[in-house]
């Protein structure tokens, strides 16, 4: 069964523009998360979607936004960005059924830089 | 709200001696646990899980980790280090009650191992 995965892999991008990250779960996999790592705050969460719905949201600005399709590819859109944004942006995908546990598998993440 | 501690942003190590990364969690109610390893340029691998079953859990490449509610920690050792061991470690909780898959990870801790 193929992993999550993401692209691009990697991505240069300069201060104000936009940027879209995507996402594909595993295969039957209807949630989708993403976290933001940087150096200085570590992994946080940004968003959780569920079959097209976000469940979760973290403390992150408005210009992080995000969707999820109907075969649960999920995208995340960052606008206006930052030199503070520069980071590894990583998906996990997991059943989402509710209630017990569901093991998130990670996808490899996107690297964006802003210069 | 939940928040996880890691003593110890690096620690060092021989081959062959026992790795020993410590967490502690802040939580009203024992949450789901969970210890991944990044390896450079990839993104999180599961090594175990505790959910409210045996409190000493075993995981993948000889880790293992033990529940200790009385000092809300879940540290993760191994007996010997090998240089494959060498990757970033991060424990993460997330509530047992939580809705969806949010997860909220310590600060990290970077093994190096040493010949």
């Known amino acids: 069964k193929a992993g999550v995965t993401q692209t691009p892999r990697y991505l240069i991008k300069t201060r104000g523009q936009q940027v879209t990250l995507s996402c594909s779960p595993i295969s039957g996999h209807r949630s989708v998360s993403w976290y933001q790592q940087t150096p200085g705050q570590g992994l946080q969460f940004l968003f959780e979607y569920f079959s097209e719905t976000q469940r979760n949201k973290g403390n992150f600005p408005g210009r992080f936004s995000g969707r999820q399709f109907s075969n649960s590819r999920s995208e995340m859109n960052v606008s206006t960005l930052e030199l503070g944004d520069s980071a590894l942006y990583l998906c996990a995908s997991s059943l989402g059924t509710s209630g017990g546990f569901n093991e998130q598998f990670f996808g490899p993440g996107t690297r964006l830089t802003v210069l | 709200a939940q928040s996880v501690t890691q003593l110890g942003s690096h620690v060092s190590v021989s081959e062959g001696a026992l790795v020993l990364l410590r967490c502690n969690y802040s939580s009203s109610v024992p949450p789901y646990l969970f210890w991944y390893v990044q390896y450079p340029n990839q993104g999180l691998q599961l090594l175990l899980k505790?959910?409210?079953?045996?409190?000493l859990v075993k995981g993948i490449n000889g880790f293992e980790a033990e529940f200790k509610k009385s000092e809300t920690s879940f540290h993760l050792t191994k007996p010997s280090a090998h240089m494959s061991d060498a990757a970033e470690y991060f424990c993460?909780?997330?509530?047992?009650?939580?809705?969806?898959?949010?997860?909220?990870f310590g600060g990290g801790t970077r093994v190096l191992v040493k010949p």
């Open positions: 505790y959910t409210s079953a045996a409190t």
């Open positions: 993460a909780v997330r509530g047992i009650k939580a809705a969806g898959n949010k997860l909220t």
